[in-house]
T-cell receptor
Framework: ETGVTQTPRHLVMGMTNKKSLKCEQHLGHNAMYWYKQSAKKPLELMFVYNFKEQTENNSVPSRFSPECPNSSHLFLHLHTLQPEDSALYLC????????????FGPGTRLTVT | RKEVEQDPGPFNVPEGATVAFNCTYSNSASQSFFWYRQDCRKEPKLLMSVYSSGNEDGRFTAQLNRASQYISLLIRDSKLSDSATYLCVVNPFGNTPLVFGKGTRLSVIA
């Protein structure tokens, strides 16, 4: 499926590095999301963008910085991460509103060394 | 009560069995309900929406009980490929994002 794509699929970075995760949706949706999923833990909502405007920031540390240049693209900029930030980072999109069903990308598996 | 609660399982069932999961939600004003499936180390995928009248898709049946504030998922004739974690998802109220439950792990055994 190519509805929601994420790059890179795997990323290993040191604590002093700066990297960015990219998400692109080809579904014509207007809302996009970043989630974090640590090993054997439930999904944690990080950020929500609706019509390019950030509508939710779930008390995420400032070392995670989202960017949404348009309704199809979403970035997560990472800097000075901690080992506990190692997780699967999932992007999702939904059509019109934040209560519509969400479609997920395959995720970026991040390891912070 | 937590916004969305599920029995974490695991549910270990033989092939061909019927298995049911329940999920409770706390806000009576919730409007959207879904079941997602997540395979190990993969992204969640929408399994089905849950409507007030209930809905069925092949071997899967979802029902909503607003009075008791729970939704259910019934899987008939379980297949090995049904082994996964099933996530209950609810929109708590108004213009708020969906809340994902912690999931119920199902293992179908040959």
């Amino acid at each position: 499926e190519t509805g929601v794509t994420q790059t890179p699929r795997h990323l290993v970075m040191g604590m002093t590095n700066k990297k960015s995760l990219k998400c692109e949706q080809h579904l014509g949706h207007n809302a996009m999301y970043w989630y974090k999923q640590s090993a054997k833990k439930p999904l944690e909502l990080m950020f929500v963008y609706n019509f390019k405007e950030q509508t939710e920031n779930n008390s995420v540390p400032s070392r995670f910085s989202p960017e949404c240049p348009n309704s199809s693209h979403l970035f997560l900029h990472l800097h000075t991460l901690q080992p506990e930030d190692s997780a699967l980072y999932l992007c999702a999109s939904s059509q019109e509103s934040v209560w519509d069903e969400q479609y997920f990308g395959p995720g970026t598996r991040l390891t912070v060394t | 009560r937590k916004e969305v609660e599920q029995d974490p399982g695991p549910f270990n069932v033989p092939e061909g069995a019927t298995v049911a999961f329940n999920c409770t939600y706390s806000n009576s004003a919730s409007q959207s309900f879904f079941w997602y499936r997540q395979d190990c180390r993969k992204e969640p995928k929408l399994l089905m929406s849950v409507y007030s009248s209930g809905n069925e898709d092949g071997r899967f049946t979802a029902q909503l009980n607003r009075a008791s504030q729970y939704i259910s998922l019934l899987i008939r004739d379980s297949k090995l490929s049904d082994s996964a974690t099933y996530l209950c998802v609810v929109n708590p109220f108004g213009n708020t994002p969906l809340v994902f439950g912690k999931g119920t792990r199902l293992s179908v055994i040959a």
